[in-house]
């Protein structure tokens, strides 16, 4: 399930500006297990820290404007949900499957694939395209191109 907040307005942009420069002072000096504590309006509110860096990503982007979507997903997902968590066309994803990159099961008709396994593809492309980029700018400086 996706949730999406559109194109921020001025005023929102500003709010969210101010928000997450304070925010950021609070996730800076607190470990990375502890809950951060809120007041509002005489109510305490315990938010884990993990969740507070999600809310300072989300006003970071929309105090630059943009628009934000948060996504949950199951851990075993069905392959439109593991392609659009790729980013990619279901097909090309049941190729990936097919051929054992990315590892699945099959229950009744339909595949099922976890998400720690989309998730560990995504960061072995993500590695390897790094690799490949580093390489031809390496082969590049060698060859005096000017990068």
Do not use: C, W
């Not at 851990?75 to 190729?95: F, G, I, M, W």
Request: hydrophobic residues 40%; aromatic residues 2%; glycine residues 4%.
């Amino acid at each position: 399930m996706a949730t999406s907040i559109k194109k921020p307005t001025a005023k929102d942009q500003k709010a969210a500006r101010q928000s997450v420069a304070v925010l950021k002072s609070i996730t800076g000096s607190t470990k990375p297990h502890d809950a951060v504590i809120f007041q509002v309006e005489g109510t305490s509110i315990s938010v884990p820290r993990n969740a507070v860096l999600l809310l300072e990503k989300v006003l970071d982007e929309m105090a630059d404007g943009r628009t934000v979507e948060i996504a949950s997903f199951s851990k075993e997902l069905s392959t439109q949900e593991a392609a659009d968590l790729l980013k990619v066309s279901r097909p090309h994803l049941v190729k990936l499957l097919e051929t054992g990159k990315i590892p699945h099961k099959k229950v009744g008709a339909h595949r099922r694939v976890l998400l720690e396994d989309v998730k560990k593809y995504e960061s072995s492309l993500r590695e390897s395209r790094r690799k490949a980029l580093d390489k031809l700018a390496r082969e590049a400086q060698e060859m005096g191109l000017g990068y």
